[in-house]
């Protein structure tokens, strides 16, 4: 593949999407609101040391009661598309498959996607993006059990009737590897279960996220079947899921951390089944697919899904089974950084290792890719007065990094690239971080909810205005001021 950079890219095709992307816990606060059930996250965030600052996801962005305002926002960025997720807990406030439907929660979304489709702007859902209902946690164990496979696949299946004559992208889950991780392994994320007892009270982390990410597969491949017979006939969508796929590049070029990148970038989901390494690195505790599974499993996503945000230096070794016994670095072996460093300890920017992971998957896998998000926080932006906070130099550096090779990897290196969602249309809820790590293109203030474009949606906006073949549709409006 080539590496210029000196000659502009030729513009993408015009089917192309672009918008920004969100998730429900993140940006929607209301939490209380038209019967909505608790998810893991609403205690979680409310326990004291679980976030950064303390902060939790009970007003958020205020996204529930906002969201004309923010579907104006993407207006006036002249995005084509909007990757929003559905909270679980506002379809099914209990969760399970003989639990009530809240017809409340079914209408607030109906009335969401009809404005959006009225702006202009394609709907791209994800059906979960971590907020499960706290219930099927009380229950039964949530994705720890079994039982959640079967309700997974009910809560989608409500979701492609109710609004499947007007969605037409799907997505199952946001990054599995985050849910079976973070919060039950290392326990940093709801809900927080991890042998480490300083962290939590309960968990064994040699065996849950195995078994977690185990059902989290089947949920997602379960949803995609039912969609697949049931909905897709009528409907004609394509659905898949997202997986987080940064790029991994060998330390050096010695064998063993050489096949340390290579772990870094095997998954189960496009394999169809679990890599060799993870067999040799679990044994028995690997959960097993039946030969029925593995058949549900293989192929159950229409196109490559993935959140990218940076390329990892790969060492074999260490201990840490959570990243495959491979040590991430940013620092070269000649000492120096590969990007510039943002706000978060794992995230620099390094724009070649995004268009190599493009080629990459493209020639492996040979599906269309929909980039789900991309992003960057900048260093300490949560301290600054709004006015510099505006100008996000690092910010801006890092989507013009990413843009031109999306641009270059579609028109030079012929990659099927199909959406680009760079994340996120607001600050907002960062999770274990609070509010003090920023990825929004736009500034929110949290004192009076005010929207603010950053340089960074200014420079998307045009960027896409320009670099895109002109459908005729949408043009970025943003000369018109703030939000
Ligand atoms: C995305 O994940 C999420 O989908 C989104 O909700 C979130 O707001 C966004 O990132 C920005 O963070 O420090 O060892 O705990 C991106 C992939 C994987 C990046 C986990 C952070 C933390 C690893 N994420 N990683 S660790």
């Not at 493009?358 to 599906?367: I, S």
Request: proline share 5%; aromatic share 14%; glycine share 10%.
């Amino acid at each position: 593949m080539g590496n210029s950079t000196s000659t502009p890219p030729a513009r993408l095709p015009k089917d192309f999407m672009w918008g920004f992307a969100t998730a429900s816990f993140q940006i929607e606060g209301s939490t209380d609101k038209d019967g909505r059930g608790k998810s893991i996250w609403d205690d979680f965030s409310r326990t004291p040391g679980k976030t950064r600052d303390g902060g939790n996801g009970d007003i958020a962005t205020d996204s529930y009661a906002r969201y004309k305002e923010d579907i104006a926002l993407l207006r006036q960025y002249g995005v084509r598309a909007y990757r929003f997720s559905i909270a679980w807990p506002r379809i099914i406030p209990l969760g399970g498959r003989a639990d009530p439907v809240n017809e409340r929660g079914i209408q607030w979304y109906s009335d969401f996607i009809d404005e959006l489709i009225k702006n202009g702007i394609t709907p791209f859902v994800t059906l979960y993006h971590w907020d499960l209902p706290q219930a099927l946690h009380e229950r039964y164990g949530g994705w720890l059990n079994r039982e959640v496979v079967a309700d997974f696949e009910h809560y989608a299946r409500v979701c492609f009737a109710a609004f499947g004559d007007r969605v037409k992208y799907w997505l199952t889950m946001n990054e599995p590897w985050c849910v079976s991780v973070l919060g039950y392994g290392r326990g940093v994320f709801a809900p927080g279960r991890s042998s480490d007892r300083a962290r939590s009270a309960e968990g064994d982390s040699s065996t849950e996220p195995w078994i977690v990410a185990h059902h989290v597969i089947l949920a997602h491949a379960s949803a995609v079947r039912a969609y697949r017979e049931s909905f897709k006939p009528k409907h004609g969508g394509v659905i898949g899921i997202t997986l987080n796929g940064d790029w991994a590049l060998p330390y050096d070029d010695s064998p063993e951390n050489v096949a340390a990148a290579q772990h870094a970038l095997d998954d189960p989901i496009y394999l169809g089944h679990y890599p060799d390494f993870m067999h040799e690195m679990l044994g028995e505790r690997l959960p097993v697919f039946t030969p029925d599974e593995l058949t549900l499993v293989k192929g159950s996503s229409d196109f490559y899904g993935m959140n990218t945000y940076t390329t990892n230096l790969c060492k074999a070794g260490g201990d840490d089974e959570f990243q495959g016994l491979v040590e991430y670095t940013f620092t070269r072996s000649n000492g120096t950084q590969l990007g510039t460093q943002a706000h978060c300890a794992w995230l620099q920017t390094y724009p070649q290792g995004f268009r190599d992971l493009l080629n990459y998957l493209y020639k492996k896998y040979k599906k269309p890719i929909y980039v789900t998000e991309n992003g960057f926080a900048v260093k300490d932006e949560h301290a600054m007065s709004l006015e510099d906070a505006l100008h996000d130099a690092d910010r801006v550096e890092y989507f013009r990094g990413m843009t031109d090779a999306i641009a270059r990897a579609v028109a030079e290196d012929g990659v099927d690239v199909r959406a680009y969602f760079p994340w996120s249309l607001l600050d907002n809820f960062e999770w274990a971080d609070g509010y003090e790590t920023r990825f929004g293109v736009t500034y929110v203030d949290y004192v009076t909810q005010k929207r603010y474009p950053k340089d960074s949606g200014k420079f998307l906006a045009k960027w896409f205005a320009e670099n895109v073949e002109n459908s005729g549709s949408t043009t970025p409006r943003l000369s018109t001021g703030g939000a």
